[in-house]
Each structure stands twice: as structure tokens, then as C-alpha cells.
């Protein structure tokens, strides 16, 4: 099951709301087993993988990413805190800039460079704000913390076309209730990887994880 659309730009975009997908985040991938990792979840399905910067070596894990799997799969940085680390993670080949936080000079500087941010936030004000700096898509951060009813109520007020990226908690079993709420994509962090996890262990999660959102994207075409 492939997740994500235009492998045509030189910048794959996620979907837009009503299409979601999956976003690997793989804190503490190492250089060494980045490929094995990597083409794990793409021969899953997966389109999409961040390597935080808190990893070991992670721009030159980026860099082995970007270099080695297939060009309709998105690679990004997360945890990026400030403009220098945006710069240095383009030049490692990261399409996707991800933070915990709402930094407008990040967000302008990313987008500036043609780079999709996704900053986090955590209240509808914060959520404005990385809009205004320019960003088209959201990281919902913590999630556990903002809820399903407030990212429900976050849909009432958030332009339409912005995405909203629950990210903290989210896993196989709560998918349908994150994607009820009016998410458009899931971060998944510690549910999918964790260093040392093996081949298989990765792959019998990422299988899990795409056939619950299968199942509930299908439960919500049936629900009026």
C-alpha cells in the first residue's frame, strides 16, 4: 500500500486531508543499519521517514537515506531547533523539516528553501502562528495531550487545506480514533522503532500499522 502521492516533485508531498499517511520516526537510527531499516518500511509501504537530529550521526543517515532508497520516498530531519540546523539538514538531502516546537524564523527559513515544515504545536495560537510563518502542515505535539476532542476542535477553525499530524501515543490501536478527530497524517515513533529492533519485528509492525489504517479509513468512507 503506497501512502504517498506525487513522486514526481522533487519534494514529495504528504496528502492532503482525507488522505493520510504514515510517517516513520526513527529516533536513534544509526548510519550503519539506516538501509536495512529504510528499505524495510518501503518495501512495506511507507513513503515517508524522519530521522531526528537528537540520532546518532543523523545527517549522514539522512544522507545514506536520501541517497539509497527510491526517489517517491520522502526523507526528513526532525528535531530541528534553529535556521543553521535547517540549512546543514538540506545539504544532507532532507525534503521534510519537523520540530517540536513553533519557531517562525525556522518555519520561514524552510520553506524559503523549498523544504515542507512541519512544526509542533500544541494550541490552536501555536497552530496560527507556524500558518502564518508559511507552514501547510502542523505536527498536533504532544498529542496524548491535546486530545482527540481538542484536534476535533482544532477542525473547526484550521484552514481546510493545513494538515494535522498527531505525534506522541499514536499507534495501530488508535489510529481510527486520531483519523475521526480530522487527523491527515500520524507520526509513529516508538510504536514502529526503537534501536535495535530487528528486520522482522520492524516489518511485523509496519504491517500492523498500515492495515489499521486501511481498516479504518474504511470504517469512516461507511460512516455518513
Known amino acids: 500500500m503506497k501512502l504517498s502521492p506525487d513522486t514526481a516533485s522533487a519534494h514529495p508531498e504528504l496528502p492532503g486531508r482525507g488522505s493520510p499517511a504514515l510517517i516513520a520516526i526513527l529516533r536513534g537510527l544509526t548510519d550503519a543499519e539506516a538501509m536495512c531499516v529504510g528499505m524495510c518500511l518501503y ?36 528535531t530541528v531547533l534553529s535556521v543553521e540546523q535547517v540549512a546543514r539538514c538540506e545539504g544532507a538531502g532532507a525534503q521534510l523539516i519537523v520540530s517540536p516546537n513553533t519557531d517562525t524564523a525556522v518555519i520561514a527559513e524552510t520553506v524559503r528553501r523549498g523544504l515542507r515544515s512541519f512544526p509542533g504545536a500544541a494550541t490552536p495560537s501555536e497552530a496560527f502562528a507556524a500558518i502564518g510563518a508559511g507552514a501547510r502542515d502542523v505536527k498536533i505535539f504532544p ?14 477553525v484550521v484552514p481546510q487545506e493545513i494538515g494535522l499530524i498527531p505525534v506522541g501515543g499514536v499507534e495501530a490501536a488508535n489510529l481510527g480514533a486520531w483519523l475521526g478527530a480530522g487527523a491527515t497524517a500520524f507520526g509513529i515513533g516508538s510504536a514502529l522503532y526503537r534501536p535495535g529492533i530487528s528486520v522482522r519485528d520492524l516489518r511485523r509492525r ?19
Open 43 to 78: 518495501d512495506a509501504g511507507l513513503r515517508t521517514l524522519e530521522v531526528p537530529l537528537n540520532s546518532p550521526d543523523p545527517l549522514r543517515t539522512i544522507a545514506t537515506l536520501r541517497e539509497g532508497l527510491p526517489a517517491d520516498c520522502a526523507v526528513g530531519a526532525g
Open 143 to 156: 498529542a496524548d495531550q491535546v486530545g482527540y476532542a481538542g484536534l476535533k476542535a482544532w477542525t473547526a
Open 206 to 224: 509496519a504491517d500492523a500499522l498500515i492495515a489499521a489504517l486501511e481498516s479504518a479509513l474504511t470504517m469512516s468512507r461507511r460512516t455518513p
